[in-house]
């Protein structure tokens, strides 16, 4: 079994303008007090992540109706070590298999899980546009990254409203760096947060029987 979630903790690299992750401490028993108690504040797209329709469009599906079957079976991890994005070309070149329903993205990405990079990086690997539609044309279900989004930083909306119209869930905020392609199964539970547009997840791969 492999752990490719990010650790929730203060001082991930966030989006631009996101509120980020912060921790607080309300009770301490070094303070004398019963218990030790934390509050979070959490923008729920920071670290692995969970998105649904209702993320890009105002009647999308939200987290707690995406069914626990799409976030858990087999998957495929395709490495793309020297891809600068991810389109139509890369997709056809990455040796998909046949009939394959999920699909994660092993990309210099994860590299910064690795060293631990704690400003956010605007160069990230990410799906273009026609990257998404073909996604879509081979019926992919599920389609994960291995940093804060599914799409580059210079390509606005499009990809992930390509995604999102379609049905595809998106994972966003893997780390895959030791993860070699192939084919997997795959758990990945969010946190039930009805009415959301996403939700913080713990994702694991496991070999095949």
Known sequence: MRDISIPFQENLPTWPGSTGVHFDWTLRVERGEPSNLTRLNTDIHAGTHVEGGLHSFEKGNAIHTIPLTTLMGTV?????????????????????????????????????????????????????????????????????????????????????????????????????????????????LPILLPGREAAPARAVLLPLP
Do not use: M
């Open 76 to 188: 495929f991890v395709a490495h793309l070590p020297s891809a600068q994005a991810i389109g139509r070309a890369e997709l056809e070149q990455a040796g998909i298999p046949d009939g394959t329903k999920r699909i994660l993205f092993r990309t210099k990405n994860s590299l910064l899980w690795v060293t631990g990079e704690k400003a956010f990086q605007k160069n990230f690997v990410g799906l273009t546009a026609d990257g998404a539609q073909y996604l879509v044309e081979q019926g992919i279900i599920l389609a994960g990254n291995d940093y804060l989004s599914i799409a580059r930083f210079t390509e606005g909306p499009e990809v992930h409203h390509i995604l999102l119209k379609a049905g595809v869930t998106i994972l966003e905020g893997l780390d895959l760096h030791a993860v070699e392609q192939g084919t997997y199964q795959l758990l990945c």
